[in-house]
């Protein structure tokens, strides 16, 4: 498989096997995922792998303490907010976000003014999605806005390795601006990193449209702009 192959069959997969994934695999593609570029090879990324009961005592942990309702301190923004941006970009994102998120609705059956029902969808993210494993990703906290560039970097090598190597994958931003309960359940050092986001990995269910959930994509001519080239008259 190529590079452009492996681009092209990547989605956020909802719907996943129970079948196990071995540590062997998960070294050998974690480690050539950590081949991802980053400034000055600093690497600021880190990552909790877990599985089975490691896995259940974290998303137990973390689905008590969403449904506390207890209100975490925001670490981050996970969106911009409708002041950071102009009217046009806001629109713009708003509409994007809307229409992923009806699309995964109507496949899970969920009414947009079911509220219960919409809460209960938010919780697969911290179940991973039935994913056989979880990872937490964290950047080290003195990073700058580089430094999650480079995380990210890192994610997107993780992701298109998994495609090669038949895995599935989802990235989960509701990991993260959950006050300490993540890194008290994982033992994370609050004071050197920050919880970015989760990620779902395992085997896609071919049976369920939950694990090819298409998504649009901007046009070409709206998101580049070419200077100094001219068409092939070929």
């Known amino acids: 498989?190529?590079?452009?192959?492996?681009?092209?069959?990547?989605?956020?997969?909802r719907a996943f096997l129970p079948r196990a994934v071995s540590v062997e695999l998960l070294e050998r593609l974690l480690e050539t995922a950590n081949r991802a570029p980053s400034g000055g090879n600093t690497q600021p990324w880190h990552l909790y792998v877990l599985t089975?009961?490691?896995?259940?005592?974290?998303?137990?942990?973390?689905?008590?303490?969403?449904?506390?309702?207890?209100?975490?301190?925001?670490?981050?923004?996970?969106?911009?907010?409708k002041g950071d941006l102009p009217d046009d970009l806001h629109k713009a994102y708003m509409s994007r976000r809307i229409k992923v998120a009806?699309?995964?609705?109507?496949?899970?059956?969920?009414?947009?003014?079911?509220?219960?029902?919409?809460?209960?969808?938010?919780?697969?993210?911290?179940?991973?999605?039935?994913?056989?494993?979880?990872?937490?990703?964290?950047?080290?906290?003195?990073?700058?806005?580089?430094?999650?560039?480079?995380?990210?970097?890192?994610l997107q090598s993780l992701?298109?390795?998994?495609?090669?190597?038949?895995?599935?994958?989802?990235?989960?931003?509701?990991?993260?601006?959950?006050?300490?309960c993540v890194y008290d359940t994982l033992n994370i050092a609050m004071d050197r990193e920050v919880v970015w986001c989760g990620v779902a990995l395992g085997y896609a269910d071919p049976g369920s449209k939950l694990s090819t959930m298409p998504t649009e994509r901007r046009p070409l001519g709206e998101l580049c702009r070419f200077q100094g080239f001219e068409k092939s008259k070929l």
């Open 159 to 180: 992701a298109l390795l998994a495609v090669q190597y038949g895995l599935a994958t989802a990235m989960l931003e509701a990991w993260g601006n959950l006050g300490s």
């Open 52 to 81: 089975g009961k490691h896995l259940q005592a974290l998303t137990e942990a973390v689905i008590k303490h969403f449904g506390s309702g207890t209100m975490s301190p925001l670490e981050y923004k996970v969106y911009p907010s």
């Open 102 to 154: 009806q699309d995964m609705w109507d496949l899970m059956g969920v009414q947009r003014e079911d509220q219960a029902a919409r809460a209960k969808a938010l919780v697969e993210n911290f179940r991973f999605w039935g994913a056989p494993v979880g990872m937490v990703v964290t950047v080290d906290r003195g990073g700058d806005k580089n430094a999650w560039g480079h995380t990210g970097m890192f």
């Open 1 to 13: 498989m190529d590079v452009a192959e492996a681009l092209r069959e990547r989605c956020t997969c």
